[in-house]
């Protein structure tokens, strides 16, 4: 029990802020269910899954989003739910067959989190961006570190 119980959340697994926002909201109460690439399941990266505080408090389910049935089966799952959030670079969602319009289609109530470094949109968009250096780097915060500066992408 918690605040956010009967809040249902669909996860599109990813890495870095999505997997923590999602744990914390699965803590808070929230219905979260986690969708894996399929291609993942079974893989163990540097942290086994069941020892993995990221992956805890959630069930997952392992769909192929490459495939119009794996599409199929979110969008159903999006239709009961009141949250997706993803973290995909931008576009990634829409050339899914997963963007905002085709999932507001099936459910207009849904909010569509999206979490990505930069944005959806910029000169930097695309850009990955989900670290703890890459963003004080670009706010000049570094700048006393000679070696970091030649490394800016400005």
Known sequence: MGPLEGVKIVELAGIGPGPHCCM??????????????????????????????????????AVDLKNPEGVETVL??????????????????ERLGLGPEMLHSRNPKLIVGRMTG??????????????????????????LVPSMVRLLPL
């Open 118 to 143: 930069w944005g959806q949109t910029g000169p930097i968009a695309h850009t990955a961006g989900h670290d703890i250096i890459t963003f004080p780097c670009l706010e000049r915060c570094l700048v």
């Open 76 to 93: 159903k799952l999006c239709e009961g739910a009141d949250i997706l959030i993803e973290g995909f670079r931008p576009g990634v969602l």
């Open 24 to 61: 914390l909201l699965a803590d808070m109460g929230a219905d979260v269910v986690r969708v894996d690439r399929s291609a993942n399941v079974g893989r163990t990266g540097a942290i086994p899954d069941k020892f993995n505080n990221l992956t805890r408090g959630r069930p997952n389910l």
